[in-house]
C-alpha cells in the first residue's frame, strides 16, 4: 500500500516574527497536508534552523530534538528585560561608572565561565511546564516563577565582535551547545557575572545536528509556488544514525516486532533500511535486532 501524502524532513529558515507554531501552519498550508511537526521551538524574534517532519517524518523529530545546535548571537551588555531578549523593554539599566569599567578581558574571563559543563537557570519565559503550565503562561499572569538550574553543555561560545555604544556593550558570539540550552540565559548570565546586566537582541540558528542553515527552504510569501522537494526518511536517518541494510523478508519480520538475526552496526540506536527505505529505528537485542520505531507500515 503506497502512502501518496508527503513524506520526510524539510529545513526551514524560519523567518523574525513568527512563531515555530505558524510555520508548521504555513508548511501545513504549502503542501498540503495536516501531518506536521517541528523539533524544537525558536523564539518570535529568532529566525533560522527549524527542522520540520512531515508525514511519519514527524516521528523522526523526538530523535532531532536532542542534537547539538548552533547559534549567532548578539548579547547587549548594560541592561535586562523581563524575557531576557528584545521581545521586552529594559526593566533593569547598569551603573554607567560600571559599564564604562567592563574590559575585553572581563568579557572574555565571563564567556569562559560559561563555557563547557555549567548548571543554567532557563528564562521564565520558557516552555518548560511548572505544574503542568507552560512557565511563560504563567508569567504573562504576572505570576513569579522560579525555575531549577539544570546541566547542559556549552561547547564553544566564541566572541566575534565587541562594539562599545552610549550606554551599551554588544557582542557578536557563536555558540554550540546542546539540547536545551537557552541562549537569552547566557546573555543574562553574562551580564549579571559582570555586574552590567545583559539581554540578547539578535538570535539565529544555523544548525540542529546534522542540518545546517545551507540546507534550509526560505517560505515564500506565495505559497501558491511548487513545493521543494523532501528530505528522505533514509537521507535523514543515515544523517542521524549509523545504518544497516536488510533483504525484503527481514524488512517485514522487523516490522511484525520480531527479532532478525542481523550483526547491529553501532551500539544504541541504528537506523535499518531495505532498498532505499527506511524501515525502522532499531537496537540490538540477544539473537539479532528489534525495531523500535516503525516507518514502513505497509510491511506489518
Known amino acids: 500500500m503506497s502512502d501518496s501524502s508527503p513524506q520526510g524532513v524539510l529545513v526551514c529558515d524560519k523567518p523574525q516574527g513568527i512563531t515555530s507554531h505558524g510555520v508548521v501552519s504555513r508548511i501545513r498550508r504549502w503542501f498540503g497536508t495536516r501531518k506536521v511537526g517541528h523539533a524544537g521551538t525558536l523564539d518570535p524574534m529568532a529566525t533560522g534552523v527549524l527542522v520540520l517532519g512531515l508525514g511519519r517524518g514527524t516521528k523522526l523529530l523526538g530523535y532531532i530534538t536532542g542534537a547539538p545546535k548552533t547559534y549567532l548571537a548578539t548579547i547587549r551588555l548594560g541592561s535586562g528585560t523581563p524575557t531576557d531578549d528584545a521581545d521586552s523593554a529594559p526593566d533593569v539599566v547598569a551603573d554607567p561608572v560600571a559599564l564604562a569599567a567592563v574590559t575585553r578581558e572581563d568579557i572574555a574571563s565571563g564567556i569562559a565561565s560559561l563555557t563547557g559543563v555549567i548548571e543554567q537557570v532557563p528564562s521564565a519565559v520558557s516552555a518548560i511546564k511548572v505544574d503542568g503550565v507552560r512557565s511563560y503562561a504563567r508569567v504573562r499572569k504576572g505570576e513569579a516563577v522560579e525555575l531549577r538550574a539544570r546541566e547542559v553543555e556549552v561547547s564553544r561560545f566564541d566572541a566575534h565582535d565587541v562594539r562599545v555604544g552610549d550606554g551599551f556593550i554588544d557582542i557578536d558570539v557563536e555558540v554550540d551547545c546542546s539540547s536545551g540550552t537557552y541562549i537569552r540565559a547566557l546573555a543574562r548570565d553574562l551580564g549579571a557575572r559582570l555586574g552590567v546586566h545583559g539581554h540578547l537582541t539578535a538570535l539565529r540558528r544555523t544548525r540542529v545536528g546534522a542540518f545546517g542553515i545551507d540546507d ?33 523478508g527481514q524488512a517485514k519480520a522487523l516490522m511484525q516486532g520480531r527479532t532478525v538475526g542481523v550483526e547491529a552496526p553501532a551500539a544504541g540506536e541504528f537506523a535499518v533500511l531495505s532498498e532505499g527505505e527506511l524501515i525502522s529505528i532499531a537496537e540490538a537485542r540477544t539473537g539479532g535486532i528489534k525495531s523500535l520505531t516503525a516507518f514502513a507500515p505497509h510491511l506489518a
Open 216 to 248: 534550509a527552504v526560505v517560505i515564500p510569501a506565495d505559497l501558491d509556488v511548487p513545493v521543494p522537494r523532501l528530505i528522505t526518511l533514509a537521507e535523514a536517518a543515515r544523517s542521524l544514525f549509523p545504518s544497516v541494510d536488510v533483504d525484503a
